[in-house]
């Protein structure tokens, strides 16, 4: 069987993906493809090298972002994408697609022509550095032709990649929509913003029904894009939200389903 696995973007909040992952693993729940957006595409890259949970989750604590020697210098961003690459390189044993264990599809944005443009094959950080691009902040990546940033501002719930060769899919989805005040909504950016996240939401959670199993964590609505210092207590969320709906779920994808649970509740 065919599993597929689809990972949003989402910033810091990516990380309770890595839980998702842990709780899929124990209940023995085999994925053979993947598509992701920006943080999900990282995520899904790590996991399809080959990599244990506990080594993703140590990449994302060790990585600093927001660190001087990373400034952009003449670059339109903050934060310079391209001074990621050694650190993605030390973590995969060779900067190509053909080394994953698993399908992935990663999800960009050509900010040249508007286009989604979802990397398959040859080289792999470029892309994976470029679908975590957030506009404004790190800077967007240049190769094959094309610039290209966040697959978020056009696809933040990839799903498609996965409907033609899988038997089953399972999402993960970290953005949801929490309420505000109307106070938070003063001045014309913030109603923009507001505006686009809205809009963003709604066309990811239509595709929802594309998905056999979701996982979204509606706790994650505490914690912001950026929320470094709290990668384990997200970590957590992902993974006891996990466990919770694969308590019920899980037979749709594994037998033996008692025996796993069995043995996870020793643990």
């Given at each position: 069987?065919?599993i597929?696995?689809?990972?949003?973007g989402g910033g810091?909040?990516?990380?309770?993906q890595?839980?998702?992952?842990k709780?899929?693993?124990?209940?023995g729940i085999n994925?053979?493809?993947?598509?992701?957006?920006?943080?999900?595409a990282?995520?899904?890259?790590?996991y399809?090298?080959?990599?244990?949970?506990e080594?993703?989750?140590g990449f994302?604590k060790?990585?600093?972002?927001?660190h001087?020697k990373?400034y952009a210098?003449?670059?339109?961003?903050?934060?310079?994408?391209?001074?990621?690459?050694?650190?993605?390189?030390?973590?995969?044993?060779e900067?190509?697609f053909s080394i994953?264990?698993?399908?992935l599809y990663?999800n960009?944005?050509n900010?040249?022509d508007?286009?989604?443009?979802i990397f398959e094959t040859g080289?792999?950080?470029n892309?994976l550095l470029?679908?975590a691009?957030?506009?404004?902040i790190?800077?967007?990546?240049q190769?094959k032709?094309?610039l290209?940033?966040?697959?978020?501002?056009v696809?933040?719930?990839?799903?498609?990649?996965?409907?033609?060769s899988?038997d089953k899919i399972?999402?993960?989805?970290?953005?949801?929509?929490?309420?505000i005040?109307?106070n938070g909504l003063?001045?014309?950016?913030q109603v923009i913003t507001?505006?686009?996240q809205?809009s963003?939401d709604?066309?990811?959670l239509?595709?929802?029904?594309?998905?056999?199993?979701?996982f979204?964590p509606?706790e994650?609505?505490?914690y912001g894009?950026f929320s470094?210092?709290t990668?384990?207590k997200?970590?957590?969320i992902?993974?006891?939200?996990a466990?919770?709906?694969?308590e019920?779920?899980a037979?749709l994808?594994?037998?033996n389903t008692e025996?796993?649970?069995?043995s996870?509740?020793?643990?």
């Amino acid at each position: 069987m065919n599993i597929g696995l689809v990972l949003s973007g989402g910033g810091a909040r990516g990380v309770a993906q890595i839980g998702f992952i842990k709780a899929l693993e124990e209940y023995g729940i085999n994925i053979t493809h993947i598509s992701g957006t920006s943080a999900g595409a990282i995520i899904g890259a790590m996991y399809a090298s080959g990599a244990s949970w506990e080594r993703i989750l140590g990449f994302f604590k060790s990585v600093p972002i927001f660190h001087y020697k990373r400034y952009a210098r003449n670059k339109p961003g903050f934060i310079d994408t391209a001074k990621f690459h050694q650190e993605f390189l030390k973590f995969f044993t060779e900067d190509n697609f053909s080394i994953l264990q698993k399908k992935l599809y990663v999800n960009t944005t050509n900010l040249i022509d508007g286009n989604l443009r979802i990397f398959e094959t040859g080289e792999l950080i470029n892309p994976l550095l470029a679908s975590a691009s957030i506009p404004g902040i790190f800077t967007p990546v240049q190769f094959k032709k094309g610039l290209f940033a966040d697959g978020g501002i056009v696809n933040n719930f990839p799903v498609e990649p996965l409907q033609a060769s899988c038997d089953k899919i399972i999402g993960g989805y970290v953005n949801p929509l929490k309420n505000i005040h109307p106070n938070g909504l003063k001045h014309s950016y913030q109603v923009i913003t507001r505006a686009y996240q809205i809009s963003l939401d709604h066309q990811c959670l239509s595709k929802f029904k594309y998905c056999d199993i979701m996982f979204c964590p509606g706790e994650l609505e505490n914690y912001g894009i950026f929320s470094l210092k709290t990668m384990d207590k997200i970590f957590n969320i992902g993974y006891m939200e996990a466990k919770k709906v694969l308590e019920e779920k899980a037979p749709l994808f594994i037998e033996n389903t008692e025996k796993i649970k069995n043995s996870i509740a020793k643990e």
